[in-house]
């Protein structure tokens, strides 16, 4: 199935169901997971200063929270924080997957629908459009 998984979290109420799904998966072919939290930055001012939407603690701590529960299941689990600007998660979370040569993303989902995911630019719905390997969207 999949050897090497890219998990996205991001403090919504579909994170337990996500790391679930993640974990199954990760079972069915003995797989190694990687837990991808991406701490976006809102750009202000004509400068282009950047502020933080998130701690990096709390950013970590969403992280490492994951990670133990993946562990904790038997799961062989890596986490890692990723910084983009606000916007730009999808890509982050993409080159990420990328990087650690996943065969699947496993994200959640806020539910918003396509319409809605389209007008409030949904990093699941750009996740899905911008992705070279299979994407799991759980709600």
Known sequence: M????LVAVDH???TERVLAAARELARL???EVWVVHVRERDVVGRAGGL??????AAAQQEVDAAVTVLAGAGVKAHGEVR?????YAAREIIDSAGQHNAGVIVMGSKGWGDLA????GS???K???LADRAVLVVR
């Open 51 to 56: 502020i933080d939407t998130e701690t990096a």
């Open 127 to 129: 996740v899905i459009h």
């Open 117 to 120: 995911g389209l007008l409030l």
């Open 2 to 5: 999949y050897e090497r998984l």
């Open 29 to 31: 072919s003995d797989g």
């Open 12 to 14: 919504s109420p579909s």
């Open 123 to 125: 990093t699941a719905h």
């Open 83 to 87: 910084h983009a600007i606000q916007g």
